[in-house]
């Protein structure tokens, strides 16, 4: 070997470890995290087919001490084990200072799993959730937020229409049936057409192991149309079975609807099974607002890598009208994604994402 191929060898060895260094360093400064999954496994190695050794509940706190790839080392009953890292999210916001206030107004959740937030606004993470009848006093409101403290003495945010206040109940201004109505109202008048890609003769995309996108696309498809109507929006599928439509035919009754919102659900692919990630696109250009919208939501709700809002040239948006949009929600070719998309915390997950997204971009 000479001097030269040794020197370029040392140089890569140094790259590759700064990076390394670097990438786990940030993960693990973060100290706390809480688990965003049902139930996390926890293995023995970071491997997705090393021996199960335990699993983790929704909310569960845990410190990472290392991260390998898409991989989390923890602390696990006296020993460690590791966990997927992409159903983590930061609980910084747990660890605040306590919050002191000499305020007698109680705040009662009007909902089933709603979120608490970092900050007043949807765009803000969520840090848990709390359910229909949880109580918390009051600390301040910034327009339609409230901030309550919670039962550990930290804050967090709670949307004020999931929300009924001690003051409202005394005066019966307001009834967990007159929120429940508010919610349904969000999108009342908007038209949506969801679009769950391929289906029939058409598989899509094929994945790990065989599975095909357009299992994936009618699951997420489903879920979504029950969370826009629950919003109150009028919502039409193209293909609401394991049907062939041919893309004319999508784009048709889309066009029918010409004031309506398309958004065509697909899973993506690539030959490279590092490639990974979550994608919005567009055509026209009026539509990158409404994009970065449902992205910016997407994001911040399944943790996924973000791949960004970009122009695409498909049918289905190029020969549409506005409003147009096409989602990418992870690729079924990388273990990193997939093991995500597999999950029914994921795909309601995506099905929130996009239903706020449209609520944020609409109000």
Same mark, same amino acid.
């Given at each position: 070997m000479n001097k030269i191929t040794i020197n370029t060898t040392l140089f890569l060895a140094v790259i590759l470890i700064c990076f390394s260094y670097s990438s786990q360093k940030t993960f693990a400064n973060q100290a706390s995290y809480k688990v965003g999954a049902s139930s996390l496994n926890v293995r023995i190695k970071p491997a997705i087919d090393a021996e199960v050794i335990g699993s983790l509940s929704n909310g569960t706190l845990v410190k990472v001490l290392d991260v390998e790839y898409d991989w989390a080392k923890i602390e696990y009953n +006296?020993?460690? +084990?590791?966990?997927? !890292?992409?159903?983590l999210f930061q609980s910084s916001s747990f660890e605040g200072t306590t919050i002191q206030d000499s305020s007698s107004t109680f705040v009662t959740v009007a909902a089933d799993g709603v979120r608490l937030r970092s900050g007043p606004g949807t765009g803000f993470s969520i840090i848990g959730y709390t359910t229909y009848g949880d109580k918390f006093k009051l600390i301040e409101s910034n327009g339609e937020w409230q901030r309550v403290r919670l039962d550990n003495g930290k804050s967090a945010w709670i949307a004020g229409w999931l929300v009924t206040t001690s003051a409202q109940a005394a005066s019966q201004e307001s009834t967990p049936q007159q929120v429940a109505a508010k919610i349904n109202e969000a999108l009342t008048g908007q038209t949506i057409i969801i679009d769950a890609g391929h289906g029939g003769q058409d598989p899509g995309a094929i994945g790990i192991g065989g599975v095909f996108e357009k299992e994936y696309t009618l699951r997420t498809a489903q879920l979504v149309v029950e969370k826009l109507k629950n /919003? +109150? /929006?009028? &919502?039409?599928m193209t293909r609401s079975s394991?049907? =062939?439509?041919? &893309?004319?035919?999508? &784009?048709?009754? !889309?066009? !029918? =609807?010409p004031s309506s919102v398309f958004i065509s659900i697909h899973y993506n692919a690539h030959e490279n099974a590092t490639a990974k990630g979550i994608g919005t696109y567009y055509y026209h250009h009026s539509d990158k607002e409404i994009s970065s919208a449902i992205q910016n939501q997407l994001i911040s709700q399944t943790l996924l890598q973000d791949d960004g809002v970009q122009f695409g040239d498909f049918y289905v948006l190029r020969n549409n009208h506005q409003h147009s949009l096409l989602l990418e929600l992870g690729f079924i070719t990388n273990q990193h994604d997939l093991s995500a998309i597999k999950t029914q915390n994921y795909q309601h997950q995506v099905a929130n994402a996009i239903t706020e997204g449209l609520i944020n971009y609409f109000n």
């Open positions: +006296g020993q460690t +084990g590791w966990i997927a !890292s992409h159903f /919003a +109150g /929006a009028h &919502v039409i394991d049907e =062939y439509i041919n &893309v004319n035919k999508r &784009v048709d009754i !889309s066009r !029918s =609807y």
